[in-house]
């Protein structure tokens, strides 16, 4: 690995940990101000929103902007935009409009920050397969470990503290995050010969995407598993305190058995890909996913509970690996923003229907709806997208892909017709 690599993974691993404060924190803080499923669906889909907005756009802007600035500048932003919650905290002024504003912009600096990132790493480890997955491991493993592991219990022992300490934390780590992007090495970035308008260029991006099979089935993955994962989270506080009896430091102990789960996945997610073959093991994590949630729906304490969330979280956790190592070896380097904030914007936009219909089956029917609906769409999108992300797709993509990657081509122009590798 480069040495730049070492700093991208301490940023992201600080960073990570302040997401996790926040992940426990911000459910909690929501739920001492309404009980009101439909208020909290509000809350989680605001994060979500900037996705469905700005998505595409937003990969356009990256490949023209330099990268590494970008995550730093976003990171930045983010530290100073937590003071605002922090301050109304402090002062008994919180609210539920006040929270979603928050996670709307709180959003907003993510999709930025994590198109560029997932942009510069091809670049920085110069687009070997091999190193990609490696490297995905690394931070996934990492990303796991802090957010979902270390994170929610020390989000929810801060909030004993005050109210706007988790807050503060999670702006401290934003803060260290961008002063080591800021240290990375450069990488050049490929610009496109002939200037095109931004509308032009975004539209070239999402149309690679759904013109290409393995990319479709790869974005369309997470985007059926956003509807069922957000209709899941909108109510697993809840579900926890009624019908499992956790109390605030228990919910975060739940969340971190998940955590738990997901960095072994994302450890044994090179291992399978070598067994099973990557679109195999993308299949059979799907799975596990969908029986996994199915097992948390029919838990009555803690304990199935809590082993159902790490055996998803291990299926999410190689996924997690696989698929975007798998896309940053075939994509074109000058098309790399687009394609990845395409595929988020469908994973991202499907995450405001998943949190209003976790709401609106809760309020409706009962609380495990939820969790009986969502094991249904992931078990139906496994056999959706298996084909589509075979073993025999995948190899062929990545043969298609070895000659795209030459020199001539990553600084090629950017047509709006730039034709995807021909594995349909």
Do not use: K
């Not at 199915?294 to 969330?309: D, E, F, I």
């Amino acid at each position: 690995m480069p040495s730049g690599f070492g700093r991208l993974w301490t940023a992201q691993t600080v960073s990570s940990l302040g997401d996790g404060v926040s992940h426990a924190a911000l459910p909690l803080l929501a739920l001492t101000l309404t009980r009101d499923p439909m208020a909290l669906a509000v809350v989680t889909a605001a994060g979500t929103l900037p996705w469905l907005l700005f998505g595409v756009l937003g990969g356009a802007l990256v490949d023209r902007w330099d990268r590494r600035r970008t995550m730093w500048g976003m990171d930045a932003a983010r530290a100073a935009l937590l003071s605002i919650p922090a301050a109304a905290a402090a002062f008994d002024a919180l609210s539920i409009p006040l929270l979603a504003a928050v996670a709307f912009l709180l959003g907003l600096g993510g999709l930025f920050f994590d198109t560029a990132a997932t942009a510069y790493l091809p670049d920085l480890l110069g687009r070997d397969p091999a190193l990609l997955e490696r490297a995905n491991s690394r931070l996934r493993g990492a990303q796991t470990a802090m957010s979902g592991f270390a994170g929610p219990p020390a989000g929810s022992a801060l909030l004993a503290l005050g109210r706007a300490v988790p807050l503060l934390a999670d702006a401290v780590s934003f803060m260290l995050s961008a002063l080591l992007v800021r240290s990375l090495p450069a990488v050049p970035r490929p610009v496109p010969q002939i200037r095109e308008s931004l509308l032009r260029q975004a539209r070239a991006g999402a149309s690679y995407v759904f013109r290409d099979r393995v990319l479709l089935g790869l974005a369309l993955r997470p985007a059926v598993g956003n509807v069922a994962f957000l209709a899941v989270e909108t109510v697993l506080a809840l579900f926890a305190h009624d019908r499992l009896g956790i109390d605030t430091y228990g919910f975060g102990l739940l969340l971190a058995a998940e955590a738990t789960g997901g960095m072994l996945g994302a450890g044994m997610a090179s291992h399978l890909g070598r067994r099973l073959g990557t679109g195999t093991a993308l299949t059979c994590t799907a799975a596990v996913e969908g029986l996994a949630v199915l097992g948390l729906a029919a838990a009555s304490n803690p304990y199935p509970a809590g082993l159902a969330l790490a055996v998803c979280g291990a299926g999410m956790g190689a996924t997690m690996v696989l698929g975007p190592s798998l896309r940053q070896a075939i994509v074109p380097a000058h098309l790399m923003g687009r394609v990845a904030s395409t595929s988020r914007m469908l994973a991202m936009c499907a995450a405001p229907v998943g949190a209003f219909l976790g709401g609106w089956l809760a309020t409706a029917y009962d609380i495990r709806t939820p969790l009986y609906a969502a094991a249904v769409l992931l078990l139906a999108m496994t056999a959706v997208t298996a084909s589509m992300t075979s073993n025999r797709r995948v190899e062929a993509a990545l043969r298609a892909a070895a000659p795209v990657d030459g020199p001539d081509q990553r600084a090629s122009s950017d047509p709006a017709g730039a034709s995807a590798p021909d594995v349909v």
